[in-house]
């Protein structure tokens, strides 16, 4: 069982930056994504990364803003978010998967979430 814990979300301006971090509980080498949802919107994929960290992918709305990397020593992983966007407002989570897919079903580990709310 892998607990994970996100943190740093919060209210901010069109264009500012955000950093969120996730914490998992044990050491996690598998692969680990971040996902969003809005409200009254299906939970959609951000971003993913393998469990070394050499792979990444992003969605096509946040490519080129956002950035993934983990720290495996810290057992944590985190999403770099650069010119943020209203439509960016979401509560974000972080999950562990058994395989590094953009589908939340390949996904067994979940946070409680974090918000992310952008004010243009």
């Known amino acids: 069982q892998v607990q994970l814990v996100e943190s740093g979300g919060g209210s901010v301006q069109a264009g500012d930056s955000l950093r969120l971090s996730c914490a998992a509980s044990?050491?996690?080498?598998?692969?680990m994504a971040w996902f969003r949802q809005a409200s009254g919107k299906k939970r959609e994929f951000v971003a993913k990364?393998?469990?070394?960290?050499?792979?990444?992918s992003y969605a096509d709305s946040v490519k080129g803003r956002f950035i993934i990397f983990r720290d495996n020593a810290e057992n944590t992983v985190h999403l770099s978010m650069n010119s943020l966007k209203p439509e960016d407002t979401a509560v974000y989570y972080c999950?562990?998967?058994?395989?590094?897919?953009?589908?939340?079903?390949?996904?067994?580990?979940w946070g409680q979430g974090t918000q992310v709310t952008v004010s243009s």
């Open positions: 044990t050491r996690t080498l598998y692969p």
């Open positions: 990364i393998s469990w070394n960290g050499d792979y990444t």
């Open positions: 999950a562990v998967g058994r395989a590094s897919t953009i589908w939340e079903n390949d996904y067994d580990y």
